[in-house]
């Protein structure tokens, strides 16, 4: 179980459930983004009360691979495998 589904308060979220991987296609157009959502965007988002100065929130976005070309789609399947391997191991870790 994440500790977002635990029900536990923003400021105890761990990283890696601060952490996103999204997976945009349009068309014939893939591209992967990610972001981290730091302990400051949690509590704007969360708050009551947000502050003036709002915090950053980086998102990371790779280039768009198209799927109609060769080359594209086979970088695109090994990106998306390297996902999936990497939440495999994840999880293996967060059951050990």
């Known amino acids: 179980m994440s500790s977002v589904e635990s029900g536990l308060l923003h400021e105890d979220i761990d990283d890696k459930d601060r952490s996103c991987i999204l997976i945009s296609i349009h068309q014939t157009d893939i591209a992967?983004?990610?972001a981290d959502f730091s302990l400051e965007y949690m509590a704007?988002?969360?708050s009551q009360h947000p502050p003036s100065e709002l915090p950053r929130l980086i998102v990371h976005r790779s280039r768009?691979?198209?799927l109609a070309v060769q080359e594209d789609r086979k970088l695109a399947a090994?990106?998306?495998i390297a996902i999936a391997t990497f939440y495999t191991e994840q999880?293996?870790?967060n059951t050990d």
Request: glycine share 0%; aromatic share 34%.
């Open 32 to 34: 992967f983004l990610y």
């Open 44 to 46: 704007y988002i969360y």
């Open 64 to 66: 768009d691979y198209n």
């Open 78 to 80: 090994e990106i998306v």
């Open 91 to 93: 999880e293996k870790q």
